[in-house]
């Protein structure tokens, strides 16, 4: 059993003083923070207020970026030519660093976003794109990714740090690729479960897939997403079940 485990979650995606999730809440609870960069959800100001509460609260403030696309908050894919896509991820890391310095923190890991996350996993020249543009920005920031993808391969031969990462709350399909949100058993709502499912991390660095397979996932990280109904019942959840068994939420770096 891991003695420390990081949490993190998908934050600052309020838009128009509309939110999708309680920032303030989840920061009590997390410790790393994935803070969007207005391409898919959030809005400097909002932004900006995210990122000084993470300061405030000592959270980790990683760069979310994703495809331009805010009409299907990110979720579907877009087909970027490489060196557009590369420039893009490279813009929005750069814009969060600045709205982050300005109030008491900086980016310190970027975690892609969305249908950016899951296509990576498969889609060389999109993952050699974003790869680019993070190595663009600094060669020394780490990137969070899913494991097994044809990401993690390029950034670990570009020479950046690979945090693997797993759900708490989303099904895995049996080759560890995560279930779509247009599928059944995509999201997982008990908590309960939710809980067990971060303790098998902590335990075992495996997940179980909706088949019932064991994943290896020997992940660094897992995501409480904080969009999801319910998500702050969820992560209290969680963080009592790790209380229980001596767990400590600190952040990997």
Do not use: W
């Amino acid at each position: 059993m891991s003695t420390t485990i990081d949490l993190n979650a998908d934050l600052g995606e309020t838009t128009a003083g509309n939110p999708v999730a309680d920032d303030a809440a989840m920061l009590e609870m997390v410790s790393s923070a994935n803070v969007a960069t207005g391409f898919h959800a959030g809005d400097p100001h909002s932004i900006a207020g995210t990122l000084a509460a993470a300061a405030r609260a000592g959270v980790v403030v990683g760069a979310h970026p994703a495809y331009n696309d805010p009409a299907a908050f990110g979720r579907r894919f877009v087909d970027y030519a490489p060196a557009e896509l590369a420039d893009e991820v490279l813009y929005q890391i750069g814009a969060l660093d600045a709205l982050a310095r300005a109030n008491g923190t900086q980016v310190r890991y970027v975690k892609p976003h969305g249908a950016l996350y899951n296509t990576i996993v498969h889609h060389e020249a999109h993952a050699r794109a974003v790869i680019d543009g993070i190595k663009a920005f600094s060669p020394d920031l780490p990137v969070m990714l899913l494991p097994g993808g044809v990401a993690v391969d390029i950034a670990e031969r570009a020479g950046l740090r690979v945090v693997r990462e797993a759900f708490a709350d989303r099904g895995y399909n049996p080759d560890g690729t995560l279930v779509s949100r247009r599928e059944p058993n995509a999201v997982m709502h008990d908590p309960e479960a939710v809980a067990r499912r971060v303790l098998q991390v902590a335990a075992t660095g495996s997940v179980t897939a909706v088949d019932g397979t064991e994943i290896n996932v020997e992940a660094e990280s897992v995501c409480v997403h904080g969009d999801s109904p319910g998500a702050v019942e969820l992560t209290r959840s969680v963080v009592a079940r790790l209380g229980d068994e001596g767990i400590e939420i600190r952040s990997f770096l």
